[in-house]
């Protein structure tokens, strides 16, 4: 009988952790967050996001070592731990003695926000445990399964790639001045960018070398550098005319930590000794484990852990029903998401019969517990070693390229990948393709299954009961015989197919086929063979010309799918399946020596080889100040790379906090008759449901006032929160809201911008801009177009998603808020109104956020102000942190924009007249969307002269989420209408859409349509665009990608350069103001509050810095807290680009105070410390603290009148983008991509880079990947969590990203702080670059196919729209006819 343990051992960081009381539905993460270990973080809970990676260290008993692996802790099961070894975060450094992969990513600007910070981090950690030298391609791919959405993933590269093998091989040395050098002579000059000796390429110091830096070589010596005066025509490499970002960064290399790979921490000893079974009696025994729930809760109630195959099926005889648990990345999906229960679970990945891999005499059997990266090391292994008989080998590393992340396939299974039986499975394709054999295993023996006669029907299959996989069996190739797979997802890396396949084919000598076999995922509810396909290629010869339109057709007629198929994109599935099975055709004959095939033709069909990314960045040399300017890294950045920085949910808790949860709304649009809590409150550890009834104060909120918190009659959009329940715990609060019963009247929805304009579905106000007699003009035109234009949703996906808690004083009805938001004084205003008492009681603090974008301006206040309504009614502390799903469900995204316009131009694209109508999908609220509204209106000219304008814009009203502010808040909207009218015009008078866009741009002295001249000293526009052209060598360029598109047929490139104008002000004049304090202490440290919040973007950093500049002190004087209302009071939202002018200035003013009152004691005590010219004043009793305050001048526009000043100033900026598509496909690689940014005089030039490729990346995300989808029938998100929702990836920047910063003309014109300008949202439009130069490739891709000239396309262009719009005789097989475009589509774009 067995003797089962009841217990677990493991290691974190390196410490014996023994739980004999297991809880049976924790993660690892959760269990890391309870202990206090709070630097994993929780972004998704599905393992798409990385924000939770931690590395688990096993022993490997046949390797007689242990092994390394990332892992996503939200997945991982507690119960799974035993005998492994987990390293957080915390675990490698701190602040102040960190770890070389902390340090770097720290000091070359890596984390802005810094909530994924933790992740990336240990992602390179562990690639580096495994890997002491990689080469920079296996970093890059390390980082697969970890998003960022702040930094645009460059400067994490940059800092990561320190550690390569083969970086900068030919590299200069770091002298202790901190400037980079070459080693030995002086004839290899400095080794920065552009030295005036040898103009070689900038280099890093070989991060091999002790303490990664070397004494100064003998020819920097002199001050004036390593020319020694010399200077030759193009002046010194150390003068202002050097790049100065490589010299700020050379310095940043100069501190690095060494790496030394053999210092780093061994494995436990007794832990091996424990795997292996050899610990003593007296110490712990690994045995098998029997665990059960002792929580009266607990969804699982027992989990077993066998050893051994025969204790496994043991178990499963007797429970039949136990779910088997690998790597839970299935599993743990459908527990927390479709909130299924397994009571009995059984973890089988200690069973070492598993995961065997047998070779045979014609294949080999994988025990299916492998990992699917040992799969992946196996096959490889396979395939170097077999190269003849490898092609299903190889087939199944194509499937596997872009499975998942690193995270995902170090504890996925071979076997769960069968198992789950999912229509769109990577692997099963190939397997099935291949005629691969399952071992199905049982207590009573065992059978042999066909991989064809297993899948039964939507996730169903053969297995028996009591029947488990044991092997599969793949076969080795044989002569003559190609096997490929194929697939297309949403986006390259970490993503779910759209369609997956894998196909075979085998030629006898004469090229006859003798098999063939076409498999498909995602055409039918399981993975299924075309029998047709095949059918109809046995006995051709394979290579003949006909055969491929014959297969093709073939694949159509059997594979077609109707338009309201589940998934949707009935369309595109069907032309990607025929897409693929000419690509296999193509590859096949090529391979086999088959047809007539061109070796360009079969380059355009393979998968593109990846490139290592590489970025430069170029600015000037501030000279003038000694702090401000200059690169300095972000003040919490190393707080953020080892952990240390605190969030919302890292907060310890308040005494006997409780927790909140939400009960949302089920339905986009009804009447609330009943809500029944009566089953909630019966629960163990409920205190209460709260409904509109239960809100004290004021139940209505927002400017305009029509919002309720809960509402009292009438629900808006799913997921809208309808009562609160609160309890003792997270899990026993959620657990509740499940069981409040709401019964509803339904009433119609409307969800789309485009249903609402029909049906008038319209918000009352109207903004317009009008200047000169536009029917006129239009009558005058030599053309005329009329047209429309949209662009969809974006989610924010800041990384931490909304959270607060609630903290009772006890008295007096004072409450402390710590959220997550941008706006303090509204979650502090919000908050008094509901629970009825005055502002001053309720203090909110802000300590920084996980990114914000705007999604937290305002709707982040409904969060906090709940979170106060419970702990009101309760007098305890209350959380409400929420998962990432309900915050995509209930927050709100970018308003989604569709415009009807009329242009008038010459025939030259000059243009003569525009009449635009703008409509924008509001959601169910005003919210702040007439702000959106008029930033978009006023932002519809760009950089352009219109002519005569008439301008109006709409918000509508729909029964979506209220959305609401988002980075560019509504003016990449306003302008991505008119660039794509401007396109659309260029198709129809046959003029390059470039020209059109230079010879209507504004020059100096112009007037916009809102009445504003564009001042001489800084309008830049034109002057950027030329700059950009050439030095992008725009027309050299342009004529190598003609020349590209007329040589491919399959592969297109595109070319796109657009400008951008953003205006700089609150549209609010009141909001036009900033407030500071500072104090200064006697021991000469500064205390800095102001109205800012931190969200990632700097603003604490760039504040510090005109402090300490301002008062003359180092930067590390300067300390800054956090935002509260309590030291600054009645704040603006830290939004519209201006929070570091407002609040700039603000310090400024204060500072100036401070400096003035205490310089009398500077001249007196000359050369005395900060500190003791502090403490002698304090003595003298002197005031050392100051208030700041800062309104802009000038500022105020009538929209009635159009006048006045809407904007204090523009930033500006010009992107140059190239692409290449794939024609059969649709997806998209982004080659190069130079972008050329006015910021004024900037603050801190290093954060501003930073910005400008975070906001790109956001923006290249809004116009390809990140599609927002409803679904028509329900009313529900679909596209919720980085499962279904894709932000750009590490892997999907541009390989090649040129970021320079244009040196003002006029430097000192502006009347802003430093002469600085507004940087956080003005870039991001630069990103539609990408989509125009997608657009681009597609119209040489119709050119190439026939297809008519002129090109409608919306934003997003996902590899969807792409592949449709490229009109070859595919998707013109596969369109499906209007007339049986029938019922309710799977899914709508809103």
Not at 599 to 617: A, F, K, L, N, W
Not at 689 to 697: F, I, K, Q, S, Y
Not at 1067 to 1093: E, F, I, P, R
Not at 1186 to 1193: L, V
Request: aromatic share 6%; with cysteine.
């Amino acid at each position: 009988m067995t003797v089962f343990g009841t217990g677990i051992l493991f290691y974190v960081n390196g410490t014996q952790v023994t739980i004999d009381d297991v809880d049976l539905d924790m993660t690892l993460l959760q269990y890391l967050r309870s202990t206090g270990l709070t630097g994993t973080k929780l972004g998704c809970g599905e393992g798409g996001c990385g924000a939770c990676t931690v590395m688990v260290s096993t022993y490997n008993v046949d390797l007689g070592r242990p092994t390394h692996a990332t892992a996503n802790a939200c997945l991982y099961p507690l119960y799974a731990m035993d005998g492994k070894h987990v390293v957080t975060v915390e675990g490698l450094g701190s602040a102040k003695h960190p770890h070389p992969v902390q340090q770097r990513i720290a000091l070359l600007h890596g984390s802005q926000c810094g909530f994924c910070t933790p992740g990336f981090v240990m992602s390179l950690y562990t690639l580096l445990r495994n890997n002491p030298k990689p080469t920079e391609l296996d970093i890059e791919e390390c980082f697969d399964g970890n998003l960022c959405r702040c930094t645009g993933y460059r400067p994490i590269l940059d800092a990561a790639k320190t550690f390569a093998s083969d970086a900068w091989k030919a590299g200069a040395n770091v002298g202790k001045d901190g400037i980079a050098r070459a080693p030995e002579t002086e004839s290899k000059g400095c080794g920065i960018e552009g030295c005036c000796q040898t103009k070689k390429p900038f280099s890093l110091p070989d991060p091999a070398r002790a303490n990664g830096v070397s004494e100064a070589s003998e020819c920097a010596k002199t001050s004036e550098g390593c020319c020694k005066g010399a200077k030759g025509s193009e002046g010194c490499c150390k003068t202002k005319d050097a790049n100065w970002a490589n010299v700020e960064k050379s310095e940043a290399v100069a501190k690095f930590r060494a790496y030394d790979a053999t210092q780093e921490p061994i494995f436990p000893p007794f832990l091996a000794r424990y795997v292996r079974g050899e610990t003593e009696s007296t110490e712990p025994q690994r045995r098998e484990l029997h665990l059960r729930a002792t929580q009266d809760d607990a969804q699982c109630t027992q989990v077993f852990r066998p050893l051994t195959l025969d204790g496994l099926l043991e178990i499963v005889t007797e429970h039949p029903a136990a779910k088997l648990v690998a790597g839970n990345s299935e599993v743990g999906v459908e527990i927390k998401f479709k909130r299924t229960q397994f009571a009995t679970q059984v973890y089988v990945g200690d069973v070492p019969e598993l995961r065997t891999v047998e070779r045979c005499a014609n294949g080999v059997e994988f025990g299916v517990n492998i990992t699917l990266a040992r799969f992946e090391h196996e096959l490889r292994t396979l395939s170097r070693e077999l190269p003849e008989q490898s092609q299903c080998y190889a087939a199944l590393l194509e499937a596997l390229r872009f499975f998942a992340g690193n995270q995902i396939r170090n504890v996925a299974t071979v076997a769960g990948n069968i198992a789950t039986a999912s229509p769109i499975s990577d692997l099963n394709p190939v397997f099935l393709a291949t005629g691969s054999v399952l071992t199905l295993v049982s207590a009573s023996g065992s059978r042999q299954v066909p991989i064809s006669e297993f899948f039964l029907g939507y996730r169903r299959t053969a297995l028996a009961q009591g029947e488990i996989l044991h092997k599969v069996f793949v076969p080795h190739s044989r002569p003559r015989e190609i096997v490929r797979a194929f697939k297309q997802a949403k986006r390259k890396d970490d993503d779910i197919a759209i369609v997956t396949c894998a196909m075979r084919v085998r030629v006898d000598d004469a090229g006859r086929v003798e098999e063939a076999a076409y498999a498909f995922g995602g055409m039918a509810p399981t993975t299924v063979l075309a029998k047709s396909v095949g059918a109809a290629s046995v006995g051709t010869t394979w290579g003949d010309a006909a055969l491929l339109g014959q297969l093709v057709a073939a694949c159509h007629a059997e594979l077609q799918l109707p338009y309201t198929v589940p998934g949707g994109m009935a369309e595109y599935r069907t032309a990607l399946a025929c897409s693929f099975v000419r690509k296999f055709w193509t590859l096949s004959c090529a391979a086999l020596g088959s047809g007539d095939i061109e070796p360009q033709i079969v380059s355009e069909m393979e998968e593109d080889e990846r490139t290592v990314s590489h970025g430069q960045q170029a600015y000037e040399r501030v000279s003038d100040r000694a702090i401000v300017g200059h690169g300095v890294a972000h003040v919490s950045a190393l707080q953020q790379t080892t952990g240390e920085a605190r969030y919302i949910d890292d907060m310890p808790a308040v005494g006997a906090e409780l927790h909140m949860a939400l009960v949302p709304s089920a339905h986009p649009h009804a009447h609330v008759l009943k809500v029944d809590s009566a089953e909630a409150l019966a629960m163990a550890g409920v205190k209460c449901v709260l409904t509109h009834e239960d809100v004290p104060g004021s139940n209505v909120w927002n400017i305009f006032h029509d919002e309720e918190l809960l509402p009292s009659r009438t629900v808006h959009h799913v997921g809208q929160p309808v009562a609160l329940v609160v309890a003792a715990t997270q899990r026993q609060a959620q657990a509740a809201a499940q069981r409040v019963h709401i019964t509803y009247e339904v009433l119609p929805a409307v969800l789309t911008v485009r249903d609402a304009v029909a049906q008038g579905a319209l918000f009352a106000e109207e903004r317009k801009l009008v200047r000169g007699d536009v029917d006129a003009a239009l009558a005058a035109s030599d053309v005329t177009l009329s047209g429309t234009s949209y662009c969809g949703a974006q989610e924010h996906f800041y990384l931490e998603t909304m959270g607060a808690v609630a903290v009772p004083k006890g008295e007096n009805g004072e409450m402390d808020l710590y959220a997550s938001t941008q706006n303090p004084t509204e979650a502090q205003m919000v908050c008094a109104e509901a629970l009825g008492v005055p502002a001053a009681r309720i203090v909110c603090h802000v300590k920084r956020m996980g990114g914000g974008f705007g999604g937290k301006e305002s709707r982040a206040v409904l969060v906090s102000t709940l979170a106060a309504l419970g702990a009101q009614h309760t007098g305890q502390a209350v959380r409400l942190v929420l998962d990432r799903d309900v915050d995509m469900q209930m927050s709100g995204q970018r308003h989604p924009f569709y415009a009807t316009w009329t242009v008038g131009a010459t025939r030259t694209g000059e243009l003569r007249a525009l009449r635009m109508r703008l409509y924008s999908n509001g959601g169910f609220s005003h919210d702040l969307s007439m702000g959106v509204l008029e930033r978009a209106v006023s932002h519809v000219d760009n950089c352009y002269r219109l002519g005569a304008a008439d301008i109006v814009g709409r918000v509508c009203r729909t029964n979506t989420q209220s959305n609401t502010a988002f980075r560019s808040f509504g003016g990449c909207q306003g302008m991505i209408m008119t660039e794509s009218m401007l396109c659309e015009l260029a198709d129809h008078i046959n003029v390059p859409i470039e020209h059109i866009r230079r010879i209507n741009m504004y020059n100096a002295g112009d007037v916009t349509p809102f009445s504003q001249p564009l001042l001489a000293e800084d309008w830049n526009v034109p002057r950027m665009w030329d700059q950009l052209e050439r030095e992008g060598e725009m027309a050299a360029r342009r004529a190598e990608i003609d020349e590209f598109n007329r040589t491919t047929q399959f592969r297109k490139r595109g070319l796109a350069m657009v400008p951008t104008k953003f205006g700089i002000s609150f549209g609010v004049k009141h909001l036009n103001q900033g407030m500071s304090l500072v104090h200064v202490y006697m021991d000469g440290s500064v205390l800095v509050a102001h109205g800012g919040t931190e969200m990632g973007q700097g603003l604490h950093t760039k504040m510090a810095q005109i402090a300490a500049e301002t008062l003359e002190v180092p930067l590390s004087t300067i300390f800054i807290s956090e935002t509260a209302t309590n030291t600054a009071a009645n704040t603006s939202p830290t939004a519209a680009s201006a929070s570091s002018d407002l609040n700039g200035y603000a310090v400024y003013n204060a500072c100036k105070v401070l400096a003035d009152r205490l310089r009398p004691y500077r001249e007196r005590m000359h050369g005395a410390s900060f500190a003791a010219i502090a403490k002698a004043a304090y003595l003298d009793r002197v005031k050392l603290s100051e208030a700041g305050h800062y309104a802009t001048p000038d500022i105020g526009f009538s929209w009635a009148e159009n006048s006045g000043l809407l904007y204090f100033y523009f930033t500006q900026g010009v992107a140059l983008a190239e692409v290449e598509l794939d024609v059969l496909t649709g997806s998209h690689t982004t080659r190069r991509v130079d972008i050329i940014m006015d910021v004024g005089r900037s603050l801190n030039k290093a954060i501003d880079i930073g910005q400008i490729e975070g906001a790109f990346a956001q923006g290249q995300g809004w116009c390809t990947t990140e599609e927002f989808l409803y679904s028509p029938a329900t009313g529900r998100l679909l596209t919720q969590g980085p499962g279904n929702y894709k932000i750009p990836s590490a892997l999907d920047i541009p390989r090649d990203l040129r970021v320079s910063l244009m040196e003002p003309e006029h430097p000192n014109a502006l009347k802003t702080i430093f002469s600085s300008k507004g940087i956080g949202e003005p870039p991001l439009f630069l990103g539609a670059s990408v989509f125009f130069a997608l657009r681009d490739a597609v119209m040489a891709a119709r050119k190439n196919n026939g297809a008519k000239s002129s090109l409608h396309m919306e934003c997003p262009a996902t590899a969807e729209v792409l592949r449709m719009a490229c009109e070859d005789d595919i998707v013109e097989l596969t369109r499906i006819p209007h007339e049986q475009r029938q019922g309710v589509p799977f899914a709508v774009r809103i």
